[in-house]
């Protein structure tokens, strides 16, 4: 009987041991990070219709990855013993921000780390992403020179587009780059300084090295998203303070730090539009419970300032008219009337906060929503993917990348807060209202079928807000280490992403670095001469002496960088008669159009080779190699001086002699 007893026991130990989110968090961050790491299945990033890539870390990834693990170490420690012993009762100001401009600098830093594992040069992979042919955005920003004529022509501009993104996205992102460009035309020293480094990231590309620096250093504009990346924090822990505890948001601000989709998106656009949702909710919270309307307002133009940028964030509208009906409902039957007829001229301002874009847009360039709206719904929605098949597969991408240990404790919060519901309004309070309005407004996005594929990233701007729906959980029913080890199963599931996940191929040759010869070439004939302010001709080497018209004269040129040159130069080699008239020319780049000049090191030596021909009409004579060098941009010829006080545009080598082909 005792026996019995004691098995009953154990069973019922056993029961109660699963029934707790924790170890369901660790059990199955264990079995996810372990399929992924073994690629155990294809499956596990996605179905035949979308997929990501999986890969194994080379040798060079795997001695890489320890600043990355060790930041995330560093991270964990100083995150967990911050927020545990935070005492709501005694806080002040200065610590509460202090807490989250740390949060704020590691959301970039870590990101950079987990990139740096695969890219030891992590500004090939922040440039490349940007200026790379699958982005378009940047591309279409720095050639637009009628900035009207543009946008008046959007929608005929998106069906006629090369890339990929444009036909679907309305032209916010597009805006926002021609800003900076145009921002750092009136920094001109501050746009050269950064166009000569991105330049020499991308030597080979002469259609990049040619564009003017406010042009190359826009790149800026996309490149700084992960620096706007923690942005959500703040909204997020403002948010999360009023409708939880201090503890609850600051825990939700620290897992946002660590979100899979994060930090393996790193310079997507996706992560700016989670400090539009945050802002949003933030502000309707405050208009709802101040019956404030200037809130409302605010909470509509940041609604119609993320739909100008994206349509996938239309669906903010959603998750504000849900939280909007989950407060009118949580307030009882008897006072619904009384509630709308308080906030009623608050919807309206939010409503026309949400327009306000699209209605200043219609009336300067004549072009309404709708016409980029169906404009992009035409592509959208003919993608060629099954709907049944994403009703399910969305709501895995969404918790998986959102980490599997905040999922757990997402779904168990969810759980909660609609048993609560279902057992009567009046018990509904504000912590449950924002999960019904989010919970019920993710599973409406979901069935209408609008999203299907590349949810984990698309998706991103709900998860903050997931991530403080977790956090309640974990702090309602708080137990010593339960949010340290739910914090570090994300933190180790965003490593492990990094690792075995590829999210972000550039479609451009990876970067090598330059190793620039600085051991002076043997000339033929030396020459001093001087291009300009950061160049140097040291020499050439000329044959033959004698050349048949028809024939070819081959030039070796000898450069010395005595700086980095501001433009890339074009050079001209020229072959003149006495009369001055031209025979043969080749104009190029330096080294075969493989080493522009802004690609140039300080006191490098660059040997250059040429191969003029001369024309088969060519009287015979004496004839002269004039070279130099010039802007192709604006035609402009550098200043040559050499020695005997040579002054001019171009410099006369040794002559050589042409005679009439041999018959």
Request: hydrophobic share 50%; aromatic share 12%; net charge positive.
């Amino acid at each position: 009987m005792k026996a019995a007893n004691t098995d009953n026991l154990s069973l019922q130990d056993i029961r109660r041991f699963l029934r707790r989110p924790a170890v369901w968090a660790v059990l199955l961050t264990a079995i996810y990070v372990v399929a992924l790491a073994t690629q155990a299945t294809p499956y596990l990033l996605g179905n035949e219709e979308w997929r990501w890539h999986a890969r194994t870390p080379g040798l060079g990834v795997r001695r890489r990855c320890w600043p990355a693990l060790a930041l995330l170490i560093a991270y964990l420690v100083i995150s967990i013993w911050w927020i545990e012993r935070w005492n709501a009762s005694r806080r002040s100001r200065r610590r509460e921000w202090a807490l989250l401009g740390f949060l704020l600098l590691m959301a970039p830093a870590i990101q950079l780390a987990l990139k740096s594992m695969r890219y030891p040069y992590p500004l090939e992979f922040y440039l490349y992403r940007t200026i790379g042919s699958h982005n378009g955005f940047w591309q279409t920003a720095v050639g637009i020179d009628d900035l009207g004529a543009y946008l008046s022509t959007y929608p005929d501009q998106m069906i006629t587009s090369q890339f990929v993104h444009l036909p679907v996205h309305p032209p916010g992102d597009i805006l926002y780059i021609w800003l900076w460009r145009k921002a750092l035309e009136q920094l001109p020293a501050v746009a050269h300084a950064v166009a000569q480094v991105f330049r020499t990231y991308n030597c080979r590309a002469l259609w990049f090295v040619r564009l003017e620096d406010a042009q190359i250093a826009s790149a800026l504009a996309q490149i700084s998203i992960p620096l706007l990346s923690g942005l959500p924090i703040v909204p997020l822990y403002l948010l999360g303070r009023r409708v939880s505890s201090s503890r609850a948001a600051l825990r939700a601000a620290a897992l946002y730090v660590v979100l899979p989709s994060l930090t393996v998106f790193t310079i997507r656009w996706d992560q700016l539009y989670p400090l539009l949702m945050c802002l949003s909710l933030y502000w309707l919270h405050l208009g709802l419970e101040r019956r404030r309307l200037g809130f409302f307002l605010l909470a509509g133009l940041s609604c119609s300032l993320a739909s100008f940028m994206s349509f996938g964030n239309l669906t903010i509208l959603l998750a504000l008219g849900a939280y909007g009906l989950a407060h009118m409902l949580s307030a009882g039957p008897r006072t619904w009337w009384r509630w709308l007829q308080e906030t009623w001229r608050g919807w309206a301002l939010l409503a026309l906060g949400a327009a306000s874009i699209w209605i200043v847009y219609q009336a300067a360039y004549g072009v309404s929503f709708w016409d980029v709206f169906s404009t992009s719904m035409a592509t959208h929605l003919y993608l060629g993917r099954s709907y049944g098949l994403w009703v399910g597969w969305n709501l895995y991408d969404f918790l998986t990348f959102l980490g599997v240990p905040i999922a757990v404790f997402l779904v168990a919060e969810v759980c909660r807060a609609w048993r609560s519901a279902i057992g009567g309004a009046q018990a509904v309070g504000p912590d449950s209202r924002l999960v019904l309005a989010v919970s019920a407004a993710l599973l409406i996005v979901d069935l209408s079928g609008v999203v299907r594929g590349e949810v984990g990233r698309m998706w991103l701007l709900w998860m903050p807000v997931a991530c403080l729906l977790a956090a309640n959980y974990l702090t309602r029913c708080d137990r010593p280490l339960r949010f340290a080890l739910v914090i570090t199963l994300v933190a180790a599931q965003a490593f492990f992403f990094g690792l075995f996940v590829r999210m972000d191929a550039t479609g451009m040759r990876r970067f090598e670095p330059r190793r620039p010869n600085t051991s002076a070439p043997t000339v033929g004939t030396p020459l001093e001469a001087r291009l300009g302010d950061d160049i140097a001709l040291i020499g050439y080497d000329l044959e033959p002496t004698v050349a048949e018209a028809g024939g070819t004269v081959d030039l070796t040129l000898y450069w010395r960088a005595l700086g980095q040159p501001e433009r890339p130069y074009t050079v001209f080699t020229h072959l003149v008669d006495e009369a001055g008239e031209l025979h043969g020319q080749q104009d190029n780049m330096p080294v075969g159009d493989t080493l522009p000049t802004t690609c140039w090191q300080p006191g490098e030596f660059i040997t250059d080779t040429y191969a003029i021909s001369l024309s088969p009409d060519a009287p015979p004579g004496q004839y002269t190699v004039r070279v130099g060098m010039y802007d192709l941009r604006t035609g402009e010829r550098l200043a040559v001086s050499a020695a005997a006080g040579h002054r001019g545009d171009s410099l006369s080598l040794e002559p050589i002699q042409v005679r009439p082909p041999d018959p």
